[in-house]
């Protein structure tokens, strides 16, 4: 049995508390990649982060936040859905890692995020993506997640309550 539980949904926020709540349900840890982020030992922002060094600093620090949360024990861990582009990120995730995909229709997603009131442009633009990014995040993380769930128009409450029906069925727990 893997040691913690990757949860990863387009829709960061939503992910986020799904997280939260199912970390609580099961007594264990939560984690957050981008809270873990630190910034070359500088209090930086997400959004100074981006503007100083890019989304490929981003990455790279990423990557390394990844590898370092998969040696944790007793987690959930909310992953950036962009995580799942760049190689090796989810393989290094499933080492010690059951990884959960919160999957909706892109479309509602790009609807959803053209409404959003980001704090600044650069925020705006880094969680935007394109469709065809968005597109091949979802294939990724359909082909590689080890539970998929559709979340389609349902509440926070409602996709924690499946996210922990599935750990179960997963493990052949009642």
Not at 21 to 41: G, P, R, S, W, Y
Not at 94 to 122: A, G, H, P, S, W
């Amino acid at each position: 049995m893997v040691q913690n539980i990757a949860i990863i949904g387009l829709d960061r926020d939503v992910a986020y508390e799904v997280s939260k709540m199912v970390a609580n349900q099961l007594e264990m840890h939560f984690l957050d990649t981008i809270d873990l982020f630190e910034f070359d030992n500088k209090p930086r922002t997400l959004s100074e982060m981006l503007s100083q060094f890019g989304i490929r600093y981003f990455r790279q620090k990423e990557k390394g936040t990844i590898k370092y949360v998969t040696g944790f024990t007793n987690s959930v861990i909310n992953i950036e859905s962009g995580a799942a582009e760049f190689g090796g990120n989810l393989k290094e995730l499933k080492t010690n890692c059951l990884v959960i995909y919160l999957r909706q229709d892109i479309r509602d997603f790009l609807q959803t995020m053209n409404k959003k009131e980001f704090k600044d442009e650069i925020l705006k633009a880094f969680y935007y993506a394109s469709p065809n990014a968005i597109q091949r995040r979802d294939n990724h993380l359909l082909t590689d997640a080890d539970i998929v769930i559709d979340i389609y128009d349902q509440s926070v409450l409602k996709i924690a309550s499946e996210v922990l029906r599935k750990i179960k069925s997963f493990y052949g727990v009642n």
